[in-house]
């Protein structure tokens, strides 16, 4: 939940811990649940980790893909989520995923996965509604 937390701060600027805990901790605890949390540990430490977000016959979405820095130039990512969409594609047609575009690293990580660049698109990030007082 914390590495969650993290790339949805990084990629927003707004921390779910802070502005949303419980709903934020339902939603990381409801996909785990349903077997879309894929992670992998070692030592007692998180490695890798990737959420699939949306799952139907046609397709499956990514999100919240991480791999521990000091693991990044070992070829294990590459490794991890070959296995993960290897898996994915037997109950689906394709697999995809959003990069920002200022990543180049995360851009580079998911050619050397196989994935191929299909199209640009802009992120919006509405300001919170405040809720009414009664």
Not at 9 to 16: A, D
Not at 28 to 55: H, M, P, Y
């Amino acid at each position: 939940m914390p590495v969650q937390a993290e790339l949805a701060y990084t990629e927003s600027g707004i921390n779910p811990l802070e502005t949303d805990p419980h709903g934020f901790r339902e939603r990381c605890l409801r996909r785990i649940e349903q077997g879309r949390t894929w992670v992998v540990v070692e030592n007692g430490r998180l490695v890798f980790k990737a959420d699939v977000i949306s799952r139907t016959p046609e397709v499956n979405y990514l999100e919240g893909i991480w791999l521990r820095e000091d693991r990044r130039d070992k070829n294990l990512g590459t490794r991890f989520m070959s296995e993960l969409i290897q898996r994915l594609l037997e109950n689906t047609k394709s697999v995809c995923l959003l990069v920002n575009e200022t990543n180049e690293w995360a851009q580079g990580f998911y050619r050397r996965c196989g994935f191929h660049f299909r199209a640009t698109y802009e992120t919006i990030f509405l300001p919170r509604k405040e809720p009414v007082q009664n």
